[in-house]
């Protein structure tokens, strides 16, 4: 559905949305975590809006719903705050194409959720990411972001990395 909306909205000269929250972790999780929703960072809703129009949604609240496809859309942010932001193209027939947040920022948006309002579910995610992924993580990348300080969890960060380091020499 997302690389059908981007086609729309690119099709129509505007910028793609990007895939974030429960749906990239999901992805990237490769599906040990599921979502009920999409959610997306799109810098122009009303173009996103009239896509979803177009596709049978009706916007109830801050979702966009459409009952035949069981599917509800939610556009919680208009960009990212960083334009140097990784991001994920995943590429499918006939041309189309989704963005998906790059997964440096989701545990930076996890590991948020996992110290901040101790969410235990945010922490497996993070340390299963980290297991999954840690040798082809962006360590710098997420030094800069994670010491930032509305974040301040880069320690966290790290100390994940040496339990899950630890953890497979033990093994």
Known sequence: MVSLISALLEKRGKV?????GGCALSYYSREVYFTADIDLACSDRESLNQVLMDLGFQKEGRYWFNDDLAIAVEAPAGILVDEDAPLEVVEFEEGLSCQILGMEDLLIDRMNACKHWKSESDCEMVELLVTRYKEILDWDYLKKK???PENDIYEELLEMKRKVNDENQEN
Request: no cysteine.
């Open 16 to 20: 793609p949305p990007i895939l974030i």
């Open 146 to 148: 994670a010491s930032r």
